[in-house]
């Protein structure tokens, strides 16, 4: 029996805001999704769809045996509309996957679209609706108006990170001649286009990169940004060697000019099925575009190609999860208002994606007089969530799944891959015991 007379509110129609909606529909509970996009665009989005990706086109590792790979896994085993969306448009990125962005959010916007329980409503909200129960999932670009009012329920208490988006290039500009194609250790096929340097021209492309000039912050705002994402220019200023042991490096990869190893390699990665254009691999940047012109025509074999998009920067917000937020996602001080996405201090595509997911199930069951279903704590979205809501909430910050979220093996185990297999395993094992759990649901009869 449904304890609500009208469909669930979400503001935001990103990843989490999909997925959240997506998870609520096929269990029969009616949704009503606001959009400001396209009537008033952020700084870096391009269109008004659904799911529309603004940093990498990459989901990261396909990899079972990586966090990332183990989350994706389990989304997938749970019906994730994402998960069915990257699949239908991955492009080939070696072991990673990446998709075309535009066939991604095409079809996750058709998809729920076309549910006759699915209300799209293109409107920027400016407070948040004290009616019903509401799932905030406005993402890391949540417009002024709306920050000023979660931040009002949040007591002040808003926290922000500097995020950077890498160039996308076209790929006829491409000097073939030069770049090559291959991946790390053989991995996945020839799937990226290799640009390969040799002493010198790395120190002229990093001596270049270090002098560039930058957008800044305003001077009332610190530069804090997160590890998982820094600007190459940031990165490059911890040392001349510290980026031929990051996006540059150049282990598992031959020069079949030279039949050698490269000094350092700039890798590009597919951007769309057409293959007509790619993205510069961990090459997040907030370099003014005159200067990204400039310097990143040093790398060779880009010195005649064209931007079709330029890196860029933007603030990203998030709340201090384990102050506010319950294990369902909802606030502690207010049970009807879910928080989802990158908002609740999780980072990148596939853990937002995960929060909407518990958030939508959570919200079912509630609706249907059901007990709370928290994931165990030894899955990979179980580790997420013990993070962003059980986390010391003494200088909390974002973070991507990774293994060390998840409780090690019961009993030590030496072998690294081994060590991966068990904690594989037994996370598949208590996501599939939990995703058993969750009944059939009873189908709501809502009063729009």
């Not at 997420?384 to 979220?405: A, D, K, M, Y």
Request: net charge neutral; proline share 6%; with cysteine.
């Amino acid at each position: 029996m449904c304890m609500s007379d009208r469909p669930v509110k979400i503001i935001g129609g990103g990843l989490a805001g999909s997925e959240a909606a997506w998870q609520l529909l096929r269990r029969g509970i009616p949704v009503r999704l606001y959009e400001m996009r396209p009537l008033k665009m952020t700084a870096a989005h391009k269109t008004g769809l659904l799911g529309e990706l603004v940093c990498s086109n990459s989901l990261r590792s396909a990899d079972i045996l990586s966090a990332p790979g183990l989350l994706k896994e389990e989304l997938r085993l749970a019906g994730s509309l994402i998960m069915e969306a990257a699949l239908e448009s991955r492009v080939p990125a070696g072991s990673a996957m990446a998709v075309d962005r535009q066939l991604f959010a095409e079809y996750i916007t058709e998809r729920l679209g076309s549910h006759p329980l699915f209300e799209l409503v293109h409107e920027e909200i400016g407070e948040i609706p004290d009616d019903g129960i509401v799932i905030v999932s406005t993402g890391p670009l949540t417009s002024r108006a709306f920050s000023e009012a979660l931040k009002g329920i949040l007591e002040g208490e808003y926290l922000y990170f500097y995020d950077a988006i890498a160039p996308i290039v076209d790929a006829d500009g491409i000097d073939y001649s030069i770049v090559f194609r291959a991946s790390r250790y053989g991995k996945g096929g020839d799937d990226y286009l290799n640009c390969p340097m040799n002493e010198e021209e790395y120190n002229r492309f990093y001596d270049a990169l270090i002098s560039a000039d930058r957008v800044r912050a305003r001077e009332f705002e610190d530069e804090k940004f997160f590890e998982g994402c820094m600007p190459i220019e940031v990165m490059a200023e911890r040392g001349r060697d510290t980026l031929r042991y990051g996006p540059m490096k150049p282990v598992g990869l031959r020069d079949p000019r030279t039949g050698k190893e490269p000094h350092a390699v700039v890798q590009l990665r597919l951007e769309n099925r057409q293959g007509s254009s790619y993205n510069m691999v961990g090459f997040q940047t907030r370099l003014k575009w005159p200067e990204q012109d400039r310097v990143f025509r040093l790398i060779p074999g880009l010195r005649d190609v064209e931007f079709l998009r330029y890196g860029s920067i933007h603030r990203n917000t998030f709340i201090n999860g384990p102050r506010f937020l319950s294990e369902t996602l909802s606030l502690k001080n207010n049970p009807d208002l879910y928080i989802g996405g990158q908002l609740t201090g999780v980072e990148g595509y596939i853990e937002s994606t995960a929060t909407g997911l518990l958030a939508g199930i959570n919200i079912w069951r509630r609706l249907t007089g059901r007990p709370p279903a928290i994931p165990p704590k030894e899955t990979a979205h179980g580790g997420l969530l013990r993070h962003v809501t059980s986390s010391s909430p003494e200088g909390f910050q974002p973070s991507n799944i990774n293994f060390g979220l998840i409780p090690p093996p019961e009993e030590r185990i030496r072998d690294k891959r081994e060590k991966k297999e068990y904690i594989v395993r037994r996370a598949l094992q208590r996501w599939k015991e939990y995703l058993s759990e969750i009944n059939e649901p009873q189908r709501c009869i809502i009063r729009r």
